[in-house]
């Protein structure tokens, strides 16, 4: 199904999605985009379903094309202190603030919302299938996760997160089970095995 460019085209419009939210470690990332008219690349999907190698062509069409985007994260301190949610729509008030264009209208991916100022917003489910905007969103929100990930992996290569971006893969979790957890993990997330073994 090809994504809409629009939800409507009366008022500027930005899409937002975020990135790492079920990870046991590392910061939330969130983008907001808005596209021009006739934007289209064939290859534009939900990230989790794009290729890296796409994500990273796509990453640099989208900010050679667009209106205007930006990305902002929430450290996995900020994530412990106000939860998971908050911080994921924090971050996406973070993003939008640094748009170059104020939108006038705002398509969330997901099923609930922080309202941002007084801008109204319409929360869309599985949006980043639905909407190019939020498809955007989608892509630029994990590989700037995905790279900034790579870079903790440099400092603690241990727990495998060039591969698993932090998310609980069965490397990740026997890491911690071996070594315990880092400054870069969500405490608030039980992340520690209770005597669990592993396979």
């Not at 630029?140 to 790279?147: I, P, Q």
């Not at 039980?190 to 005597?195: E, G, M, S, T, V």
Request: charged letters at 25%; glycine letters at 6%.
């Amino acid at each position: 199904m090809a994504l809409e460019l629009f939800y409507q085209t009366k008022v500027i419009e930005a899409g937002c999605d975020e990135a790492g939210r079920g990870c046991y470690a590392g910061p939330v990332f969130a983008a907001a985009v808005i596209l021009p008219k006739k934007f289209y690349h064939p290859l534009l999907n939900d990230s989790k379903l794009v290729k890296e190698k796409d994500r990273n062509e796509l990453r640099q069409f989208i900010e050679q094309k667009a209106v205007s985007f930006a990305v902002a994260m929430v450290d996995n301190n900020e994530i412990d202190q106000i939860n998971i949610l908050k911080a994921s729509f924090k971050a996406m008030h973070l993003a939008i603030d640094q748009l170059k264009r104020q939108p006038k209208l705002l398509l969330i991916d997901g099923n609930r919302f922080i309202p941002y100022q007084k801008i109204p917003h319409h929360c869309i489910v599985k949006g980043d299938g639905k909407y190019a905007s939020i498809a955007a969103a989608s892509i630029l929100a994990k590989t700037y996760r995905d790279e900034y990930m790579q870079q903790l992996h440099n400092e603690f290569p241990a727990y495998g997160w060039d591969k698993n971006k932090g998310y609980g893969t069965a490397i990740h979790r026997k890491a911690i089970e071996a070594i315990g957890l880092c400054k870069y993990h969500r405490n608030s997330y039980a992340i520690l095995p209770k005597q669990i073994k592993l396979f």
